[in-house]
């Protein structure tokens, strides 16, 4: 998968963190966040006005997850076109947000449709949104 790495850490799931990838183009970016109970994925428009933040996916519960205890390595990588996002963890994706779809994806499928004005199908995985990097 071809992709630009914005941003580039080394974790302890549980412990806090914030990770943000900017687009290399644009106004875009992308922000992993784990607060010490949970991991969420938000995608950021600052070109527009009011809130910046268009969509958030659930990633994990920490206590849900079995090595939490061995470092991870959480990155933020962009498509040539700026406009997709990954989150890969150890070199996995754990979810994409296609910016030009208003569409979000992650492991977990949650949150469910109709809670912003993005992914209004849901934020289910799909394996086909990995050929968005293509």
């Known amino acids: 998968m071809p992709i630009h790495v914005a941003a580039q850490r080394q974790i302890l799931v549980g412990r806090p963190v914030t990770l943000e990838g900017v687009a290399p183009r644009g106004l875009l970016s992308a922000v992993f966040e784990d607060d010490g109970e949970t991991a969420y994925f938000y995608a950021l428009d600052r070109s527009i006005q009011g809130p910046s933040v268009q969509d958030a996916v659930h990633i994990y519960n920490v206590r849900s997850v079995t090595h939490r205890d061995q470092p991870s ?3 933020v990588g962009w498509s040539g076109d700026c406009r997709k996002v990954v989150l ?3 070199d996995y994706p754990h979810a994409v947000f296609d910016f ?3 569409q979000g994806y ?5 949150p469910p449709p109709g809670v912003g004005p993005w ?3 849901g934020h289910d995985w799909n394996e086909a949104c990995i050929a968005l990097f293509a």
Do not use: P
């Not at 992650?106 to 949650?110: A, L, N, P």
């Open 88 to 90: 890969l963890i150890n």
């Open 100 to 102: 030009d779809a208003q």
């Open 119 to 121: 992914s209004q199908d």
């Open 73 to 75: 390595t959480v990155k």
């Open 106 to 110: 992650c492991r977990s499928g949650f």
